[in-house]
């Protein structure tokens, strides 16, 4: 069955977006509307599998929003709307729960780092999350979904489960006169330069809004001045940069720093380094916050103004969920004949 291309992509609303997000999803977001259908979503039933105080969950649910616009994401080419508007999500899930295995969702390495020891005391939803995800991409029989290394086990799931719910409802699929792939093998698509950026302090470690340290990143709101000193005082080694990317090697703080310059400029990091080989920090570093600075600040002041307009925000949430919804009844519409529920 020739599927629709379409692109579905979540972020979750945890509050202060960081360069790491921009760089790692939301940019990537941007030149896949003039290809695909774009879905993107703003995932705060996934947010709430730990705790959550209302008002931040609101007020970081239109944080991400704001990005997605600021970042250059059209509410009129794609779907820009909230998960917990469209009900759709939480039926199909279920339906996965019971497709997919304890032993899949068990394998999860993201549920065992959030989990650590106290597997027995987290929620279920935590435990649960991936079948969610799944309900997510495949609600909108999405043929693409863009991924960072983080997630590939989980598109992987993704897959499985589409694959065991066309086998396991292949004679009821075609009772109704479906085709007998129902849901889509969702393919990734791979990220390009710096898709995992690292903390400005520690080379080896994600940059993550955990950090005790504001200094180990750089914030979507953050103001041109506090980009450029942050930069400016990213931890580096005392050698030049070198001439290849083999260079780079066993030295991480080089090699992110290095990343975020390609990624920014749209380049890769051998293009970096034609430039930059043989040069010491005090010439990369301010060439790195001054490019950062011209992309980064323009879309820090636009998420400001959008962030003082609620209004727009709430109504392209609202606009978007009523078009996701659509597509969403049309595929449950189909499942609930398929799986035997009488409507």
Request: net charge negative; aromatic share 6%; glycine share 6%.
């Amino acid at each position: 069955m020739a599927f629709t291309p379409r692109v579905f992509s979540g972020i979750q609303p945890s509050g202060d977006l960081h360069l790491g997000n921009y760089l790692g999803a939301i940019r990537r977001f941007v030149p896949l509307q003039q290809s695909h259908e774009t879905i993107y979503c703003v995932v705060d039933m996934h947010a709430i599998t730990v705790w959550q105080e209302p008002n931040q969950l609101r007020r970081a649910t239109r944080e991400v929003a704001a990005a997605f616009i600021a970042a250059g994401i059209d509410p009129q080419k794609s779907i820009i709307f909230n998960q917990s508007q469209v009900v759709q999500h939480a039926e199909l899930a279920w339906v996965f729960n019971c497709i997919a295995r304890m032993g899949w969702m068990a394998r999860m390495t993201q549920f065992k780092d959030k989990a650590g020891k106290n597997s027995e005391n987290v929620s279920l939803g935590l435990f649960a999350y991936p079948s969610l995800m799944a309900a997510d991409i495949l609600l909108y029989k999405a043929t693409h979904v863009p991924v960072g290394d983080d997630q590939k086990q989980h598109l992987e799931l993704t897959r499985d489960i589409a694959t065991k719910f066309n086998n396991d409802y292949r004679a009821a699929i075609g009772a109704e006169g479906l085709e007998p792939d129902f849901f889509p093998i969702t393919e990734p698509l791979i990220a390009g330069p710096a898709t995992r950026i690292m903390s400005l302090r520690d080379g080896t470690k994600k940059m993550s809004k955990s950090d005790p340290s504001d200094q180990s990143r750089i914030s979507l709101l953050d103001d041109a001045d506090a980009i450029a000193k942050k930069i400016k005082r990213a931890t580096t080694d005392a050698a030049e940069l070198p001439n290849a990317v083999e260079g780079l090697s066993d030295r991480p703080e080089a090699d992110n720093l290095v990343g975020i310059f390609a990624a920014l400029s749209d380049q890769s990091k051998a293009d970096v380094l034609a430039e930059f080989g043989g040069q010491g920090w005090g010439k990369f570093k301010p060439a790195l916050a001054e490019l950062a600075v011209s992309v980064l600040a323009p879309m820090a002041d636009e998420m400001r103004r959008l962030l003082d307009d609620l209004e727009t925000i709430d109504a392209v949430l609202r606009d978007g969920a009523e078009r996701a919804r659509v597509i969403a009844e049309d595929t449950m519409t189909e499942v609930r004949r398929i799986v035997g529920f009488i409507r």
